[in-house]
């Protein structure tokens, strides 16, 4: 039977695509150190399970198209704590973050177009992009120079008649990159100048470990209201990722109208979901204080490891919870297939996200791999990789757990 042309483009997620070698190796009796995926183990606050038991309508009907009211203020007021202030009608709730940047592509590209995006980069961009009809132009970055992308010469080089937006990740996944004020604001210049969307896809904007105050692309909505979309989520901010909550957040009116087609089609995000995630936000600043701190005891952990092993090129990560590294190994899906189906210390062994999923240029990452410490620091620590570079018929590298 035929499929999609748009479909078959696409790959399968790269931290989830060795699920079946985990489940392999677990039924073995392998214990796995998950630092492939984004799922944090830090608890969620106790808000959001007493509104779901005190929610009892007599029936549970659909929630309005936008969201319900209770959590679109409670965004509003959100922002408003950071000074940046929205109308009721600039957000829109959405299934997670994942399905107001879906919406947000389908409704600026066509077959043919252009998103600029810095790689290494969150690979379901890719996925969401192709099922579009349109192509990612890559904004290069190197392991050496800390994954930094914030240059003028470089960002516009790469404009052409086909570019239709820039995305980025500020906290930025998979690298940890954090952008200042300064380049936060040339970002808003370039697509103001060249009459683009602007999407900031601000996950982890809680999550910075150098003092530095929270940022947004919203800061900049003065200057640039019809060019700048927000793609925000509770499940990083709150630790809440089954609850698939998020919102999609612009003035451009235009934009949100085609935007609200897409949100009647799928009907409503889940009303329960909702009215717990309301109660979030009710939620005071010293929880994200001691987020913060659990999860810069983690980075510090894991940077230490990997400053063991001989021939590893990283930077630390500024902010979000993840750590892209370039490891001393020719391919780096052979080397986690091995590590799931060959090794174990000790009955146990570790899991990562290969790079190459990560990049649109062709070769590139294939030895790199997006760590995520979301577990806690003495896992780490058991999860610590030790490489001594010989080659090996089984493996790029010969391999001990340093415990």
Same mark, same amino acid.
């Given at each position: ?102 919406? *947000? ?23 969401? *992009? ?6 990612? !132009? ?17 960002? /516009? ?11 980025? *990740? ?38 910075? $470990? ?8 919203? /800061? ?50 889940? *009303? ?14 010293? $929880?994200?204080?001691?987020? =913060? ?5 983690? =980075?510090? @952990? ?56 990560? $990049?649109? @240029? ?7 791999? !997006? ?14 990789? !030790? ?17």
């Amino acid at each position: 039977m035929k499929f999609s042309s748009k479909v078959e483009r696409c790959g399968l997620s790269p931290m989830r695509k060795f699920h079946p070698y985990a489940v392999a190796a677990k039924a073995r009796g392998v214990n796995i150190y998950h630092l492939n995926i984004g799922q944090p183990d830090v608890q969620t606050p106790s808000e959001f399970f007493e509104a779901v038991k005190a929610f009892e309508p007599p029936v549970l009907a659909y929630a309005p198209s936008p969201g319900i009211p209770e959590l679109i203020e409670a965004v509003r007021g959100y922002y408003a704590k950071l000074d940046m202030h929205f109308d009721a009608d600039d957000i829109y709730i959405t299934v997670g973050g994942s399905e107001a940047l879906s919406i *947000t592509l389908q409704c600026i590209l066509d077959d043919g177009d252009e998103i600029l995006i810095p790689e290494p980069f969150y690979p379901n961009y890719t996925t969401m *992009t192709y099922t579009c009809g349109a192509n990612i !132009r890559p904004i290069p970055t190197t392991p050496e120079e800390g994954y930094r992308y914030a240059d003028r010469e470089k960002i /516009e080089s790469q404009i052409n008649e086909h570019t239709r937006a820039i995305l980025i *990740t500020n906290p930025g996944n998979p690298t940890g990159v954090i952008l200042s004020h300064e380049e936060m604001e040339m970002l808003v210049d370039i697509a103001v100048k060249h009459d683009l969307f602007l999407i900031g896809d601000e996950a982890y904007r809680e999550f910075v $470990y150098g003092g530095q105050k929270l940022q947004s692309f919203g /800061e900049f909505i003065g200057k640039a209201a019809d060019n700048i979309i927000i793609i925000d989520t509770v499940s990083k901010r709150f630790s809440a990722c089954g609850a698939r909550v998020g919102c999609l957040i612009s003035k451009n009116r235009e934009f949100m109208n085609h935007a609200m087609k897409y949100c009647q089609t799928r009907l409503s995000v889940a *009303t329960l979901d909702q009215t717990a995630c309301a109660a979030l936000y009710s939620v005071g600043p010293e $929880y994200f204080a001691a987020v =913060r701190d659990e999860y810069k005891k983690r =980075r510090d @952990t894991l940077c230490r490891k990997l400053r063991e092993i001989p021939g590893v090129v990283f930077d630390v990560p500024g902010g979000a919870f993840y750590l892209m590294a370039a490891l001393p190994v020719d391919d780096a899906d052979k080397f986690q297939q091995w590590l799931l189906e060959e090794f174990n210390d000790n009955g146990e062994t570790v899991m990562f996200a290969p790079g190459a999923p990560m $990049y649109a @240029t062709p070769g590139k990452g294939k030895n790199e791999v !997006r760590m995520a410490y979301v577990l806690e620091a003495e896992k780490i620590e058991r999860a610590g990789i !030790r490489s001594d570079i010989y080659g090996s018929d089984h493996c790029p590298v010969e391999l001990e757990i340093a415990w």
